[in-house]
């Protein structure tokens, strides 16, 4: 099933895509669990799943506005340089690494699908990255790899946008290049984890104004999505609706030479078969 968050007007809930629209869950969920996030954490997707399915769809998808997924994970934790092409990208003949590069974002810091990114007027170097993200659906400490997809609530994706100069504001600091406000997008949807094998080789491809920039599949991660699982959760405790962006290809536009960093009114389009298409258009930002 494809679960979204959505806004009609003022009204803001979240449900499930079929062909004739909408499910609407957050109406009949009510109060009671009023986002997706809250549906994770409640450990009810298995109800919300049963109630889409016998329930007619009541909003046509050409109506909403797409909010991010998950608009209040616990956590969104980014992964780092985990295509091995990339880490050749760097031309440092660093070997592999032994551990995965981990950084975290905020909720502010992403958009939906559809919403524009917007581009600061504090830089010239805003950066597209397509990448998966896992959404943890069983919360977990110290998960072994064997048993990482069944803590798994579905696949997403995001562009996890850049703002290159401000990541090399200091030596060990990413943090304020990757937390721009709204300099991201998370969606359009999270497809459940039953509908993608564990063991699925994802093809994920980012186009900007229709050129094909990133072009990779998951059999190059050199973090598989279960050894992110159990290291992550080696340190801390991974909750329901939590985010987990697992990297992004080579191509982002930082590595072309002269750099084809992203201009007022380009459109970022990120694809996955099984999952969908994350397509924001970027909108210089008026201050």
Known sequence: MRFLSFAVGNYASFGVVTEGGIVDLGRLFGAELPTLGAVLRAGELPR????AATTKPTIALGE???????????????????????NEEYKDGAEMPRYPSVFMRTRGSLVGHLEPISNPPESTQLDYEGEIVLVIGKAGRRIAAADAWSHVAGLSLMNEGSVRDWLRHSKFNVTPGKNFERSGSLG?????ADEIPEAAELHLTTHVNGELRQDD??????????KLIEYLSSFMRLTPGDLIATGTPTGAGARFDPPKYLRDRDTVEIHV???????????????
């Open 273 to 287: 078969p099984e999952i969908g298409t994350l397509s924001n258009v970027v909108v210089d930002e008026s201050t």
């Open 64 to 86: 909403i506005r797409y909010l991010p997924t998950v608009p209040d994970p616990e956590k969104i934790i980014c992964i780092g340089i985990n295509y091995g092409n990339r």
């Open 217 to 226: 599949t998951t059999a190059n991660l050199i973090f598989p999505f279960a």
């Open 48 to 51: 919300a799943m049963s109630l």
């Open 188 to 192: 359009p949807w999270m497809v459940t």
